[in-house]
């Protein structure tokens, strides 16, 4: 069988031509400890990297998103700290003002002072997040939450939470609404509110109650209660008249209950105590708790302070304002606590979706690793065997080519 030299040298330029690719692909391999170096290599894998590869940007995606999240809420909660302290000592104002031997001008440097911390609440609930958006407007995140009015402060923004993707399946929120943390306040003792009739003329002072039949208070009834002297001596007494029904209530047949000063009154579901002298025609009214802005609580607490307080009538109207203004600020404290508690619930959720993405993260890694990683071991021994192969095949291509009869003649 006769074989050209034009056949030999093609087919020898051929192999040692694979063989350089073989010894190249190998060498590229182990510069990026890469086994797929183009998905023909490994189509199988090459697809299953893709989607791995993807969820583990969308995971770094999310651990960005938490970092983002927990700034906001650590601003949130600072702001919620300060107006818990602010309430706090806006509380302990209320409760020294009750001080019997307070002089007007200790009542009115009380009031100046109170006004300085409502501004100081105003400016809390106004506070931004340091890129231009303010924390408690809701949506409207370029719309100042709250504007000063003469009855306290009226809410431009939203109901709107808004929230951010921190994991897969879980959108986490940034802040609250500055209706929900300063404006959905419960009066009264949070079930139901007593207070004294503006035109009382006694020095009678009613407490907050408690609740004694949780089903009958959720029933929403309005009640009142209307005080008689007759007689010689003078008999006290009163009457309960449920105002949502017209119907007298507390004693089945009998209008007219002998007032005993500091006596539990229990009706309704609700009992308080009234203690003091009413007057012939003082009323006391006592009703479902309703939301109110804590900053019209402390907007009425100045104007009771500042209010005259003439007899025994005068301090126990004001000693009923400052009663009921005390449980308003405890309400709206205890709001404010309980927003605060949620976001410091939010941030701990933070920490426990860090550790899982983190998990996720190495397991995303470990799974890519498996797919694409090198052997590294066995591509350097692949690298000298195929070396060797090369070296031995263009030494007996010099020797093959080397050989002519042109050599013997």
Not at 111 to 121: H, K, S, T, V
Not at 291 to 305: E, P
Not at 360 to 380: F, N, P, R
Request: glycine share 10%.
């Amino acid at each position: 069988m006769r074989i050209s030299t034009l056949s030999i040298y093609g087919n020898a330029t051929s192999q040692l031509n694979t063989l350089q690719s073989a010894l190249a692909r190998t060498q590229l391999q182990l510069s990026t400890n890469r086994r797929i170096l183009t998905p023909a290599d490994d189509p199988v894998a090459s697809a299953r990297a893709l989607e791995v590869s993807q969820s583990k940007s969308m995971n770094e995606g999310f651990a960005t998103n938490r970092a983002s999240a927990r700034s906001s809420l650590a601003a949130v909660e600072g702001s919620l700290q300060n107006a818990g302290d602010l309430l706090q000592d806006i509380q302990e104002l209320a409760i020294s003002a009750g001080n019997g031997t307070m002089l007007p001008q200790d009542r009115e440097a009380l009031a100046i002072e109170l006004e300085g911390r409502l501004e100081d609440l105003l400016g809390v609930a106004n506070t931004t997040d340091g890129a231009g958006g303010f924390l408690f407007s809701g949506y409207k995140a370029t719309t100042q939450p709250f504007t000063r009015t003469p009855g306290g402060a009226a809410y431009q923004g939203d109901q709107g939470q808004r929230q951010l993707q921190v994991a897969a399946s879980r959108k986490m929120p940034l802040s609250a609404s500055g209706s929900a943390v300063f404006e959905a306040n419960p009066t009264g003792n949070g079930s139901f509110q007593t207070q004294a009739g503006a035109t009382n003329t006694g020095a009678a002072i009613i407490s907050s109650g408690a609740v004694v039949d949780r089903a009958q208070v959720n029933a929403g009834r309005d009640y009142k209660l209307t005080f008689a002297v007759t007689g010689t001596p003078a008999v006290t007494t009163y009457s309960v008249v449920d105002t949502t029904t017209g119907t007298d209530v507390a004693v089945p047949g009998q209008t007219a209950i002998t007032y005993e000063a500091g006596k539990t009154i229990s009706f309704g579901g609700l009992s308080f105590d009234i203690k003091g002298d009413p007057a012939n025609g003082d009323t006391f009214t006592a009703k479902p708790s309703e939301k109110q802005s804590v900053f019209t609580t402390v907007t009425d607490l100045i104007a009771a302070l500042r209010a005259p307080v003439d007899g025994s009538s005068g301090k126990a109207a004001l000693t009923n304002k400052l009663n009921t203004a005390i449980d308003n600020l405890k309400g709206a404290h205890d709001n404010v606590l309980t927003v605060q508690a949620s976001v410091g619930a939010h941030m701990k959720e933070l920490d426990y979706l860090d550790s899982a993405g983190d998990d996720l993260d190495i397991q995303y890694s470990t799974t890519l690793g498996d797919l694409q990683d090198l052997d590294m071991v066995k591509a350097i021994s692949d690298f000298s065997m195929q070396q060797t192969t090369l070296q031995a095949a263009q030494m007996s291509f010099k020797t093959m080519s080397g050989l002519s009869l042109f050599n013997y003649l």
